[in-house]
């Protein structure tokens, strides 16, 4: 097994090789504007650094966003393109739950708040319980702007870029040198491995946009064509 797990939701470009008992690889480079000029790139140093090539990847996962319309599609798109030419499965995960996995990873147990950078001033958040056993997302994600969440929400520990964002609506942030800010693909791979192994599945391949895309097709226009 060699799995390829890739997430492009947030900040971070990253990307990451499971062989099915540890990560064996990780590139990620942090950009909020260029990730399709940093994703193939990401994936053939990730295939070097574990040396490996490409037919030799089994299935590929993707995180589900929510994000960024422009970024979260050249994650998903390029994930799909890549396994329909190898001819194996792919699959997605809500990238806000590979955020919370890595937080359970690193030890962190009780209720927990993902809260990642929206833009427009807003958040796309999560609310996790987290026990020996893992995760389980208790709601969302949703898109807001963290000062409207429910109180009881933003009172709780919380990881992601929003508290760094927001501190005042968000003020237990995890510390910034935790590196639980942005979707790490090593934990995304992770989570899709546990998952598998446990019966549990991974998602489909809808995308969690949330929201329209900041581009829109132009009015037509008024003026007529005919002569």
Not at 106 to 116: F, I, S
Not at 140 to 150: E, F, K, N, Q
Not at 181 to 186: L, Y
């Amino acid at each position: 097994m060699l799995l390829l797990a890739i997430d492009t939701s947030t900040t971070a470009i990253t990307v990451a090789l499971h062989d099915g008992s540890s990560v064996r690889a990780e590139v990620t480079t942090l950009d909020a504007r260029a990730h399709a000029e940093h994703l193939a790139p990401g994936i053939r140093a990730a295939l070097e650094k574990a040396g490996a090539v490409s037919s030799d990847v089994t299935e590929v996962v993707v995180g589900l966003g929510p994000g960024p319309f422009t970024g979260l599609r050249v994650g998903i798109v390029t994930g799909r393109t890549f396994a329909l030419a190898l001819g194996i499965p792919v699959r997605g995960i809500c990238s806000l739950d590979a955020l919370a996995h890595e937080a359970w990873q690193c030890g962190r147990r009780g209720a927990l708040l993902v809260a990642t950078d929206a833009r427009r001033k807003e958040v796309y958040a999560a609310h996790y319980a987290l026990d020996d056993r893992g995760l389980r997302r208790e709601s969302g994600p949703v898109v807001a702007r963290a000062a409207d969440l429910p109180d009881e929400l933003r009172a709780l520990p919380t990881v992601g870029r929003g508290p760094l964002l927001w501190p005042e609506s968000l003020p237990n942030g995890i510390p910034e040198g935790s590196g639980l800010i942005d979707v790490n693909a090593g934990a995304l791979a992770d989570l899709a491995v546990l998952r598998r192994a446990s019966g549990d599945g991974l998602d489909g391949l809808e995308p969690l946009y949330l929201r329209r895309p900041d581009a829109a097709p132009a009015a037509p226009s008024r003026k007529s064509t005919l002569g």
